[in-house]
């Protein structure tokens, strides 16, 4: 007797003490379930590859501020979206989500809403500030002629002064020579000093009594220089004095006159001039804030657009959203970014617009799916708000809706196919069973196959995510099948020996059985332990969890639910009840005509069998190379219910689900704001062509088919030159440096970079900071963000953006985002799947020959027994290229399901043919036993298993559909290739291998009728 044996006669010799420490490990196990975390987020699946660490490093090192954000689009539809009406309506939508205190705490620093109503707004009262601008500074211009011209006349009424002083003096010297006597001299002076009167008179008219009497005083010094200086004149003409003298004396009564001038224009008009200059410098302030950007509030915005008319905002509007910057100091080339990408750019009407709201989060993920609770429930928050403000023409957009959803669908999923799938395989299990403590038994038995699984995840600190869902499917499937194997072969043995006990019966049973479970475990562990070799760290995580599950299943169907079994059985029968059951399928009748099909094909054609096999296998493994590779959110996206599931009461009626159609609806009309490619541009950016190097890169991507046009036919490219035109039509001094660098005048700059980085950086330092990387004053790494259409496929993606970031020379440019590390991790989970298999076919052979080496004798054996689970790989990956089924994180596990299932009717078929060939000595008869025998046990757990997970298809979540067709079909393929296929390889086996071979059994077909002897 082997170990095995050993082993499995102790369960029915102890099977009370069995049933204790089993019950004691299931309890400590459990404990360990409420410790499961769930994630939808398809982070996770992150390998690490050099675009996913680009990824982290531009999420790490580039931003608008200290906080990572995530952005929620709403999306406003309607007759004419830019109708006065809508545009006050978008902004009090911006007002209600700041006033909603829960919304407002998670909204994110400085410009936390955005939409082409801000735009507007925001240009309309820059237009208002110019106008003010432009008319104040020609007032002050006005002012400052009318000053100088009032400061020119007093000038001009010192000259006036200094002729008549001259005449004075001449005439003194006239009088002192004796040329005039006194009655003229009086006459003239007098007349002199009138006409200075009149001088002073006209000068002053004006001024007030301060100010004249300012003038008078420089008016007097003045005529007191001109004495001074005709008094020299004359000295000189003389000769009295030298020209050396003359010069000097002459010199320094003209330094004086300078002194009177100012003191009898700037001097009296001192107060005018310090006014003028007070208002001239706040007319410059008042410019400089107008240029550095400084923005409005909401309040001011909604009560600007409700002091115009239709006419003024249609003025506006055409400005703004003409696609020309010039007219909207750089606001318009980003308008657009908000409109249709149908929309006709200068347009007063559209029938959509987008709002963008930037909410703070715990961290920068580049994927969707999982989210904190306050953005689900800020989010929904928001959609409220919008259908209340918008009379339901809103969609809202965003991570939290969108995890929600999925979660949601989920939920929704397992609670309608939850019970028909319970229901299905319980009234399956009557059809089979068709006794009600055996049902008990066997659902006991998944439940706490489902514990013990769920149980060490939790203590292992494991995350439940999107795969997992397959987990309880491959457990179900097989503690069906382990279960129904048990119970079969315990009621064949009670059938075939009469007087044998309950507990005599079972330890037959588990010892005949119990070497093919230990088998079917063994395999099954190592095929999913193979996916240890998968880069993602959930498909290693489901490796090891699906281990666990099925070696649990082995020990409470090979330990515990016997033990229940015989102590259970023993109780009744002591009672007086009836015990012995039919095995199902041994009755003869017309299920057993179907299970020995596969004999009847063996016996009379076994080649034909294994060629048509071999054909059809070809043909699907073909197909299995065209399969598509696809990992995309929408796979986790609803649709719509069917109607039928509207009329279901509740808790089982599912919810409204918008988000697919919302998403389509913005992939085909707007620009995504989180569809992205990013070129990561590090080395030596301050050299002098990197910039232009950047420009030609965006005009490449400009050119491929991913990049998504804005209603102006222009990409939309978000970089450090986009940042920079913007900012020099924000800002004067960055604009003097920009243009400065810019030596051959195409508007890319070309010299002196580090100046260009450092002014930007002073005059926009976060918007800066989004593009261009800076450690410790040293740049070092630029960013381009381009823009994707929606729906483009993210090889597609991959492809062009990587042939972007090629473009560059003598710099690192890497492409990266969330599309080309989506299309990496396709890649990994495709290579997964073929590593996987590879390593798990290999390993199963190896370990099947080994170990019917052993035990039978011969390795042929364990080959001949995988060989049925390789068809029907081919086929069911042929089968979802003929159905379009692509591979995603759950149909992707399909190949280990196939293995895992597909090896367990195997491997029972063939254990049970072998020890039948031994006990019958004829082929036909051990094949006819063996197949409506375990044959029987087969097709209960496959029709168990395939209803119970065939109705995924009637789950709301698309990806849960595919995954119940496809596991469905998995399934009925290994029974087909085990009932249908094996007999045919067995008998072939045992003629040229086995027993035939060696001439010990008679495999003639004409021999059948009668059993050989050994």
């Known amino acids: 007797?082997?170990?095995?044996?050993?082993?499995?006669?102790?369960?029915?010799?102890?099977?009370?003490?069995?049933?204790?420490?089993?019950?004691?490990?299931?309890?400590?196990?459990?404990?360990?379930?409420?410790?499961?975390?769930?994630?939808?987020?398809?982070?996770?699946?992150?390998?690490?590859?050099?675009?996913?660490?680009?990824?982290?490093?531009?999420?790490?090192?580039?931003?608008?501020?200290?906080?990572?954000?995530?952005?929620?689009?709403?999306?406003?539809?309607?007759?004419?979206?830019?109708?006065?009406?809508?545009?006050?309506?978008?902004?009090?939508?911006?007002?209600?989500?700041?006033?909603?205190?829960?919304?407002?705490?998670?909204?994110?620093?400085?410009?936390?809403?955005?939409?082409?109503?801000?735009?507007?707004?925001?240009?309309?009262?820059?237009?208002?500030?110019?106008?003010?601008?432009?008319?104040?500074?020609?007032?002050?211009?006005?002012?400052?002629?009318?000053?100088?011209?009032?400061?020119?006349?007093?000038?001009?009424?010192?000259?006036?002064?200094?002729?008549?002083?001259?005449?004075?003096?001449?005439?003194?010297?006239?009088?002192?020579?004796?040329?005039?006597?006194?009655?003229?001299?009086?006459?003239?002076?007098?007349?002199?000093?009138?006409?200075?009167?009149?001088?002073?008179?006209?000068?002053?008219?004006?001024?007030?009594?301060?100010?004249?009497?300012?003038?008078?005083?420089?008016?007097?010094?003045?005529?007191?220089?001109?004495?001074?200086?005709?008094?020299?004149?004359?000295?000189?003409?003389?000769?009295?004095?030298?020209?050396?003298?003359?010069?000097?004396?002459?010199?320094?009564?003209?330094?004086?006159?300078?002194?009177?001038?100012?003191?009898?224009?700037?001097?009296?008009?001192?107060?005018?001039?310090?006014?003028?200059?007070?208002?001239?410098?706040?007319?410059?302030?008042?410019?400089?804030?107008?240029?550095?950007?400084?923005?409005?509030?909401?309040?001011?915005?909604?009560?600007?657009?409700?002091?115009?008319?239709?006419?003024?905002?249609?003025?506006?509007?055409?400005?703004?959203?003409?696609?020309?910057?010039?007219?909207?100091?750089?606001?318009?080339?980003?308008?657009?970014?908000?409109?249709?990408?149908?929309?006709?750019?200068?347009?007063?009407?559209?029938?959509?617009?987008?709002?963008?709201?930037?909410?703070?989060?715990?961290?920068?993920?580049?994927?969707?799916?999982?989210?904190?609770?306050?953005?689900?429930?800020?989010?929904?928050?928001?959609?409220?708000?919008?259908?209340?403000?918008?009379?339901?023409?809103?969609?809202?957009?965003?991570?939290?809706?969108?995890?929600?959803?999925?979660?949601?669908?989920?939920?929704?999923?397992?609670?309608?196919?939850?019970?028909?799938?319970?229901?299905?395989?319980?009234?399956?299990?009557?059809?089979?069973?068709?006794?009600?403590?055996?049902?008990?038994?066997?659902?006991?038995?998944?439940?706490?196959?489902?514990?013990?699984?769920?149980?060490?995840?939790?203590?292992?600190?494991?995350?439940?995510?999107?795969?997992?869902?397959?987990?309880?499917?491959?457990?179900?499937?097989?503690?069906?099948?382990?279960?129904?194997?048990?119970?079969?072969?315990?009621?064949?043995?009670?059938?075939?020996?009469?007087?044998?006990?309950?507990?005599?019966?079972?330890?037959?049973?588990?010892?005949?059985?119990?070497?093919?479970?230990?088998?079917?475990?063994?395999?099954?562990?190592?095929?999913?332990?193979?996916?240890?070799?998968?880069?993602?760290?959930?498909?290693?995580?489901?490796?090891?969890?699906?281990?666990?599950?099925?070696?649990?299943?082995?020990?409470?169907?090979?330990?515990?639910?016997?033990?229940?079994?015989?102590?259970?059985?023993?109780?009744?029968?002591?009672?007086?009840f009836n015990r012995r059951k039919h095995a199902f399928g041994t009755g003869g009748g017309v299920l057993g005509r179907v299970l020995t099909v596969g004999a009847t094909a063996a016996r009379k054609a076994p080649l034909v069998v294994i060629v048509l096999t071999l054909l059809v296998s070809a043909a699907g493994g073909y197909g299995a190379t065209k399969v598509d590779t696809s990992f995309s959110q929408t796979d986790f996206l609803a649709d719509s219910p069917p109607h039928w599931t509207k009329q279901l009461p509740e808790p089982f009626k599912p919810g409204n689900y918008s988000a697919k159609k919302n998403l389509d609806y913005v992939n085909d009309n707007f620009v995504r704001q989180d569809s992205q490619a990013q070129i990561l541009v590090q080395g030596d950016i301050t050299k002098d062509n990197a910039l232009e190097q950047v420009h030609r890169a965006k005009e490449k991507a400009g050119k491929k088919d991913v990049t998504i046009k804005l209603s102006n036919d222009e990409p939309q490219v978000q970089g450090p030159l986009s940042v920079m035109e913007q900012v020099a039509a924000e800002n004067a001094t960055f604009n003097k440096t920009f243009t400065a660098a810019d030596t051959d005048g195409n508007g890319v700059p070309d010299k002196n970079l580090k100046k260009v980085y450092d002014g930007l950086f002073a005059a926009a330092p976060d918007q800066a900071a989004g593009v261009i990387h800076r450690d410790n004053g040293d740049y070092d790494a630029l960013r381009v963000a381009i823009s994707l259409k929606g729906g483009a496929s993210s090889s597609a993606v991959t492809t062009q953006m990587r042939d972007v970031a090629d473009s560059f020379d003598g710099l690192e440019a890497t492409a990266t985002g969330q599309s080309i590390v989506f299309e990496i991790i396709q890649k990994d989970l495709l290579n997964t799947v073929i590593e996987s298999l590879i390593i798990t076919m290999v390993s199963v052979f190896a370990f099947l020959m080994l170990i019917y080496r052993l035990t039978e004798g011969s390795a042929t054996l364990g080959a001949v027994t995988l060989l049925p689970v390789v068809f029907s790989v081919a086929w069911i990956l042929g089968t979802m290229y003929l159905l379009g089924m692509p591979f995603n994180i759950l149909t992707g596990m399909i190949t280990s399901l196939t293995v895992g299932l597909g090896v367990a009717y195997s491997i029972h078929l063939s254990e049970r043919y072998n020890v039948e060939l031994e006990r019958q000595g004829s082929v036909w008869e051990a094949m006819e036993v063996s197949l409506t025998g375990t044959g029987g046990a087969l097709l209960g757990s496959a029709a168990t298993t395939v209803g119970g997970f065939g109705v995924l298809a009637f789950a709301i979540l698309p990806a849960l559909q595919q995954f119940g067709i496809i596991t469905g079909l998995t399934i009925i393929y290994a029974f087909i290739a085990s009932v249908l296929v094996l007999p045919s390889l067995l008998v072939v086996w045992t003629r040229y291998f086995g027993p035939g071979a060696r001439g010990t059994i008679e495999t003639k077909s004409d021999a059948a009728t009668s059993p050989s002897e050994d």
């Open 1 to 576: 007797m082997s170990l095995l044996d050993r082993v499995f006669g102790k369960v029915t010799e102890h099977s009370r003490a069995v049933i204790a420490v089993l019950l004691v490990i299931t309890v400590l196990l459990g404990a360990g379930a409420p410790m499961i975390e769930q994630s939808s987020s398809l982070d996770q699946f992150q390998s690490d590859s050099s675009a996913a660490k680009k990824l982290d490093f531009i999420n790490s090192n580039f931003s608008t501020g200290n906080e990572n954000t995530t952005t929620v689009q709403v999306i406003v539809k309607g007759d004419n979206v830019l109708s006065k009406k809508e545009l006050v309506n978008s902004l009090q939508f911006q007002q209600r989500l700041h006033e909603n205190e829960t919304i407002n705490s998670t909204l994110s620093n400085g410009t936390s809403t955005s939409g082409v109503a801000n735009v507007i707004a925001i240009a309309a009262i820059q237009q208002d500030k110019v106008k003010e601008l432009r008319a104040d500074g020609a007032e002050l211009k006005q002012r400052s002629q009318q000053l100088n011209r009032t400061a020119q006349g007093l000038s001009d009424s010192l000259n006036q002064t200094r002729g008549l002083q001259a005449k004075y003096d001449q005439l003194n010297a006239s009088h002192e020579s004796g040329q005039v006597n006194d009655a003229a001299y009086q006459n003239q002076s007098a007349k002199i000093e009138a006409q200075l009167s009149g001088v002073r008179t006209k000068a002053t008219a004006n001024l007030s009594a301060e100010q004249g009497a300012t003038f008078n005083k420089s008016a007097t010094q003045a005529r007191g220089l001109q004495a001074k200086l005709d008094g020299l004149n004359a000295s000189y003409q003389q000769g009295q004095i030298n020209q050396s003298t003359y010069k000097q004396q002459a010199g320094e009564i003209q330094s004086q006159f300078g002194k009177v001038y100012k003191l009898g224009t700037q001097g009296v008009l001192a107060d005018e001039y310090q006014k003028l200059g007070e208002q001239s410098e706040k007319l410059q302030q008042r410019q400089e804030a107008l240029q550095n950007g400084l923005m409005p509030t909401l309040a001011q915005e909604i009560d600007k657009l409700q002091s115009m008319n239709q006419s003024q905002i249609d003025s506006v509007t055409k400005t703004v959203l003409s696609g020309d910057s010039s007219g909207s100091s750089g606001m318009a080339s980003q308008a657009l970014a908000f409109m249709p990408t149908s929309y006709d750019p200068g347009s007063t009407t559209a029938n959509a617009t987008m709002m963008v709201v930037f909410q703070k989060q715990k961290s920068q993920s580049s994927m969707e799916g999982d989210t904190s609770d306050i953005l689900v429930s800020t989010q929904q928050g928001m959609k409220t708000i919008a259908n209340d403000e918008f009379n339901d023409d809103a969609l809202v957009f965003g991570s939290g809706i969108i995890s929600e959803e999925i979660n949601q669908s989920m939920t929704d999923s397992l609670a309608i196919v939850g019970p028909l799938a319970l229901l299905f395989v319980i009234l399956t299990l009557i059809i089979a069973y068709r006794d009600l403590l055996d049902i008990l038994l066997g659902v006991v038995g998944i439940v706490f196959v489902l514990v013990w699984t769920f149980g060490a995840m939790g203590w292992a600190g494991i995350t439940f995510n999107q795969m997992f869902i397959a987990v309880p499917v491959l457990l179900i499937g097989l503690a069906i099948d382990y279960a129904i194997h048990v119970f079969m072969r315990h009621r064949e043995e009670r059938e075939e020996h009469p007087d044998a006990d309950v507990r005599g019966s079972m330890r037959v049973a588990l010892i005949s059985v119990g070497a093919a479970l230990t088998w079917v475990t063994a395999t099954t562990v190592i095929g999913f332990l193979s996916n240890m070799v998968s880069p993602l760290p959930p498909i290693q995580d489901f490796g090891v969890v699906s281990s666990v599950g099925i070696i649990a299943a082995l020990v409470i169907f090979g330990g515990l639910i016997p033990a229940l079994k015989v102590e259970s059985d023993e109780f009744l029968e002591s009672r007086g």
